[in-house]
């Protein structure tokens, strides 16, 4: 079989996320399994215009600012120069709108789509790009298959006009190589929240910054780990200046893998306080690692947190909930040991191998009706 993939980074981006890990650990089981696969994706300085990663061959086209624009081009010389069973489409920018210029079955790959949350994280007038180009999905994408990572996004695009039936929940898979509980490590002398992500302003961290007041009234000890990077830190390091939280708060910036899952295994709590995720992936890596999570009540995340059984929701924004929940698990050792034993069970049935089987047999049956 011979698949074509197009998605707007490879892994070798710097800028590749969770989008990236997703549709390589997926795809490059296929590429084991004897299937030719091709990633068409958007290129970066110092990258070679075509790659290989895990068997699978990338080439590359235009920037992240003209990928949607070049694309189309690279697509449709690749399909004259060769037959391809099948072409996946990975939305998770602005749609490609293959459906358009391919002549052969798609397979729309979504783990969310933003919707009116993109005001949250950009100018208005880019927003209203996104906003606008997400809104012909439904028609221009209507004989396509999709496969989504949530219930989430799964009713996001019903909601849209999507028939259920056109529709495939296939939960991501994780590394459980790296992602695993050490006790011999042990959790931190403080009790530490945890944040681990982007910090972009749509992510909403300044929830947790604004909740830790009144953690510390019930739990003086307690500090929040800030990890990773974005163009927000320095309106979040501000922000934690003016709150006087400078000696609770410590942002970490980027850390390697090793150093994220060190975290995660000596942490009390992570929190995740987006407004819509397409399943909040930290959440079952942190679990993985045997910490809980506290996450808003928010499409995605309630996926991928069993309130009350693995962590806990609240709804999303509302700092003082988020602190409630936070102080009932820093402060009640058994409900947090509960949770920590529970998220660490649920976390082991997220596989990538699982995941690939599930989308093979979703390729499988789409490439046998032609």
């Given at each position: 079989?011979?698949?074509?993939l197009?998605?707007w980074?490879?892994?070798?981006?710097?800028?590749?996320?969770?989008?990236?890990?997703?549709?390589?650990?997926?795809?490059?089981r296929?590429?084991?399994?004897?299937?030719?696969?091709?990633?068409v994706?958007?290129?970066?300085?110092?990258?070679?215009?075509e790659?290989?990663?895990?068997?699978?061959?990338?080439?590359?086209s235009?920037?992240?600012e003209?990928?949607?624009?070049?694309?189309p081009?690279?697509?449709k010389?690749?399909?004259?120069?060769?037959?391809?069973?099948?072409v996946?489409?990975?939305?998770?920018?602005?749609?490609?709108?293959?459906?358009?210029?391919?002549?052969v079955?798609?397979?729309?790959?979504?783990?969310?789509l933003f919707?009116?949350a993109?005001?949250?994280?950009?100018?208005?007038l880019?927003?209203?790009?996104?906003?606008c180009?997400?809104?012909?999905?439904?028609?221009?994408y209507?004989?396509?298959?999709?496969?989504?990572?949530?219930e989430?996004?799964?009713?996001?695009?019903?909601?849209r006009?999507?028939?259920?039936?056109?529709?495939?929940?296939?939960?991501?898979?994780?590394?459980?190589?790296?992602?695993?509980a050490?006790?011999a490590?042990?959790?931190?002398?403080e009790l530490?929240?945890?944040y681990?992500?982007?910090?972009?302003k749509?992510?909403?961290?300044?929830?947790?910054?604004?909740?830790?007041?009144e953690v510390?009234?019930?739990?003086?000890?307690?500090?929040?780990?800030?990890?990773?990077?974005?163009?927000?830190?320095?309106?979040?390091?501000s922000?934690?200046m003016?709150?006087?939280?400078?000696?609770?708060?410590?942002f970490?910036g980027?850390?390697d893998?090793?150093?994220?899952v060190?975290?995660?295994?000596?942490?009390?709590?992570?929190?995740n306080?987006?407004?819509?995720e397409?399943?909040?992936?930290t959440n079952?890596?942190?679990?993985?690692?045997?910490?809980?999570?506290?996450?808003?009540?928010?499409d995605?995340l309630?996926?991928?947190v069993?309130?009350?059984?693995?962590?806990?929701?609240?709804p999303?924004?509302?700092?003082?909930?988020?602190?409630d929940c936070l102080?009932?698990?820093?402060s009640?050792n058994?409900?947090?040991?509960?949770?920590?034993?529970?998220?660490?069970?649920w976390?082991?049935?997220?596989?990538?191998?699982?995941?690939?089987?599930?989308?093979?047999?979703?390729?499988d049956?789409?490439?046998?009706?032609?």
């Amino acid at each position: 079989m011979r698949i074509l993939l197009v998605n707007w980074m490879d892994m070798a981006n710097p800028m590749a996320g969770g989008a990236e890990v997703h549709l390589t650990e997926i795809f490059r089981r296929f590429a084991a399994r004897g299937d030719e696969v091709i990633l068409v994706s958007s290129g970066f300085p110092g990258a070679a215009a075509e790659d290989e990663y895990e068997g699978i061959r990338i080439i590359r086209s235009g920037s992240r600012e003209t990928f949607n624009f070049t694309a189309p081009f690279v697509i449709k010389r690749l399909l004259k120069e060769a037959p391809y069973d099948l072409v996946v489409d990975d939305i998770n920018k602005v749609p490609l709108f293959t459906p358009l210029y391919v002549n052969v079955p798609v397979l729309a790959v979504i783990p969310h789509l933003f919707g009116s949350a993109v005001f949250r994280e950009t100018n208005p007038l880019l927003a209203s790009y996104v906003y606008c180009m997400e809104k012909p999905l439904s028609a221009v994408y209507r004989n396509a298959v999709f496969e989504v990572i949530s219930e989430s996004t799964a009713r996001d695009l019903e909601g849209r006009g999507i028939s259920r039936d056109r529709i495939h929940v296939v939960y991501c898979g994780m590394d459980h190589d790296l992602y695993s509980a050490d006790p011999a490590a042990g959790k931190f002398d403080e009790l530490t929240i945890l944040y681990v992500g982007r910090i972009r302003k749509y992510k909403s961290v300044d929830v947790i910054l604004k909740a830790m007041p009144e953690v510390l009234e019930s739990v003086p000890d307690a500090r929040l780990v800030i990890v990773g990077s974005g163009d927000y830190q320095e309106d979040l390091m501000s922000l934690t200046m003016r709150m006087g939280l400078a000696d609770h708060v410590i942002f970490t910036g980027f850390v390697d893998e090793a150093e994220k899952v060190d975290w995660m295994r000596r942490s009390h709590v992570i929190v995740n306080p987006s407004p819509k995720e397409g399943w909040g992936l930290t959440n079952i890596e942190a679990g993985a690692c045997g910490t809980p999570a506290v996450a808003s009540d928010a499409d995605g995340l309630r996926d991928s947190v069993k309130d009350g059984d693995t962590g806990l929701l609240f709804p999303y924004g509302d700092s003082s909930a988020l602190a409630d929940c936070l102080v009932k698990i820093l402060s009640e050792n058994v409900l947090r040991n509960s949770l920590s034993h529970n998220a660490l069970d649920w976390a082991k049935t997220f596989t990538w191998e699982r995941a690939a089987e599930e989308t093979m047999a979703l390729v499988d049956s789409m490439t046998a009706k032609r």
